[in-house]
Structures are given as C-alpha cells and as structure tokens.
C-alpha cells in the first residue's frame, strides 16, 4: 500500500507537491517525512547513484524515480510490488510534466503545486488494491522491468551525504589553513629582508663595504646570510 507521495525539484530540493493524508493510518508520518526531505536535500547536491532506486527505511520502502530534475518519491509497504510502485510513480510523472512541466524551473515557494494532490489521491487509489484485473497486468507487464533497480538502506544513503559534506568541509579548511600559512611565509620573509636591510646599514660604514652602494650591500649580506646560515626562500 503507497503510504506517502513527495515531489520535489532536484537543482534546491525544494517540495513541489504532496499527497495530503491526516496520518492516521500510519506511525511516525513526520518522521518519514523529514527522512524524505534529507532525501531531497541530498540528491539536490548531487549525492545519488542512479536516477531510479528503492531504499529500506524501518518497515517500508522508499522508491524514487527522477526524470526532469523533478524527483518523484513514493513509500510503500516492504510487502507492496516494486514494479506497481514504480508504475505508480510514472503515471505521477507524465501528469506531472504535463501540467506543471513548464513552471517547474521558475516555482519559488514550497509546494507551490499542491492543487497536484488532486491527482495523486485518484492515482493512488487505482493502485491500492494489487489483485484488480488492471494492477495484474502491470505486474506480468513484460516490458516494464525492475529487477536493475538497486535497493539500498536509508542509512547508508543518507550517510554518503553526510559523509560528503565533512569531506568538502575538512578541504575548506584544509584551503583555508594553507592560504594562512602562506600569508605567515610571507610575513617571515619580509621579516628577513629587513633584517638584511638592518645588516647592511650597520656594516655600511666598515672599510671592506666602503664605497659599495646600498643595492649591492643587500645582495652581499644576503649571499653572506644565505651561505653561512642557510636561509633559503
């Protein structure tokens, strides 16, 4: 039995649309729902394997299908076909592009085609039942194949995501960390420079610097500091 429907765009993940129900029929609704939304958030980076994929969450399933940078999620009972819930999110989806395709890129509010619920209920209720003459010749539909679909656990899907962001949030830093140094490197080696400067006043008026201009006693006491006490750039 399909128990939630979500859509959502995939470029911000922001909600489009939702199959509307009082939750009565189902446990921890607003948990599910806010898995489905962590979903969303992380196919909108761009953290997802296939455009088709089924996931394990507690007792149910989710199934995704994404087509149009528009995601289309459904969760169903572990004991409801794969291929009717599949089916099931194709239908949600050619009517969708149908009627809302061309405003799906320029939508700015969440659930700004909630008027799709319409659509989703009468849909859902063609698929409630599987043992309808229709639903069974889904099912030995031949040419509409499931079995390439991977299944994976919501934990281990949701977990890549997370694992990503501290990979990209450890190289920020790691970024970051390497432009200070490199602004200390140079700090040090102006540092230096007026160090050989002070040097170079200070010998100045020594009889072996006698008549040297000033340019040349920096490079003599930076070739006496570089050979005697090996500074290197």
Do not use: W
């Amino acid at each position: 039995m399909v128990k939630l429907t979500m859509i959502a765009r995939v470029t911000d993940g922001l909600p489009l649309a939702e199959g509307l129900d009082d939750g009565r029929d189902q446990k921890d609704a607003d948990f599910y729902k806010q898995q489905a939304k962590i979903l969303f958030k992380n196919l909108s980076k761009g953290h997802y394997e296939a455009s088709r994929m089924s996931i394990e969450t507690g007792p149910y399933f989710f199934h995704y299908i994404i087509e149009g940078r528009v995601c289309y999620l459904t969760m169903c009972d572990r004991s409801y076909p794969k291929k009717l819930a599949f089916q099931y999110l194709e239908d949600l989806k050619n009517e969708f592009e149908r009627v809302n395709g061309n405003q799906i890129e320029t939508a700015a509010r969440p659930y700004a085609f909630i008027k799709f619920d319409t659509f989703i209920q009468k849909t859902k209720k063609l698929y409630l039942d599987t043992r309808t003459q229709r639903n069974i010749a889904k099912l030995n539909d031949e040419l509409y194949e499931v079995h390439q679909i991977m299944t994976r656990n919501v934990q281990e899907v949701l977990g890549v995501g997370e694992k990503l962001d501290q990979v990209s949030e450890l190289s920020s830093r790691l970024t970051s960390e390497s432009r200070i140094y490199a602004d200390k490197a140079k700090d040090l080696n102006r540092q230096l420079l007026l160090v050989l400067q002070s040097k170079a006043f200070e010998s100045g008026g020594s009889s072996c610097n006698r008549g040297r201009s000033f340019p040349s006693l920096i490079l003599h006491q930076a070739f006496r500091y570089d050979s005697n006490d090996s500074f290197r750039d």
